[in-house]
């Protein structure tokens, strides 16, 4: 239980910390597809569903970190948790602000790209969290010399 509301509890934190940057994504797409010239005006409905789901969205990226904060969660299941909410938080999103096609291939496509994009930032991720941690346990190991030369 007490595991439990931690968890609870660093979820809503990083969600919180993370929601505002939904509607500066927003702005963002709705730019860039507007200088496109795929979108040149927004009904009031798009423009709060998309207000509302990429803050929503956004809130559930920032928060679903807290996964990987789960000691007893072995990290390929941590994984998988955060990529599969992950991945239908995002489809689910761009279905309803229609950003994709309804239909097999759209979606075949997207996900696609969302299990590449997903795999190739994680690899950055682990790739620089493994030179971080060889260059702490250097520096650890040095000091620990330096402590039992004297």
């Known amino acids: 239980v007490r595991?439990?509301?931690?968890?609870?509890s660093d979820f809503v934190r990083r969600?919180?910390?993370?929601?505002?940057?939904?509607?500066?994504?927003?702005?963002?797409?709705y730019w860039i597809l507007h200088t496109q010239?795929?979108?040149?005006?927004?009904t009031v409905e798009q423009v709060c569903t998309g207000i509302l789901s990429v803050t929503i969205l956004a809130f559930l990226a920032g928060g679903l970190n807290a996964v990987y904060q789960i000691e007893k969660l072995p990290l390929m299941v941590a994984m998988l948790i955060h990529g599969g909410v992950?991945?239908?938080?995002y489809l689910?999103?761009?279905?309803?602000n229609s950003w994709l096609e309804r239909g097999i291939?759209?979606?075949?496509?997207?996900?696609?790209?969302?299990?590449?994009?997903?795999?190739?930032i994680w690899a950055v991720?682990?790739?620089l969290?493994?030179?971080?941690?060889?260059r702490v346990n250097a520096v650890l190991k040095e000091k620990q010399q330096k402590t039992e030369n004297r």
Request: aromatic fraction near 16%.
């Open 125 to 127: 991720i682990y790739t």
């Open 86 to 89: 992950l991945y239908a938080a």
């Open 129 to 134: 969290v493994k030179r971080n941690t060889v």
């Open 92 to 96: 689910v999103t761009y279905l309803v």
């Open 37 to 42: 010239g795929v979108v040149d005006t927004l």
């Open 105 to 120: 291939i759209p979606i075949l496509v997207f996900t696609g790209i969302f299990i590449v994009g997903y795999f190739l």
């Open 3 to 8: 595991r439990m509301k931690r968890f609870l």
């Open 15 to 29: 969600g919180v910390m993370a929601w505002g940057f939904g509607p500066l994504v927003l702005a963002v797409l």
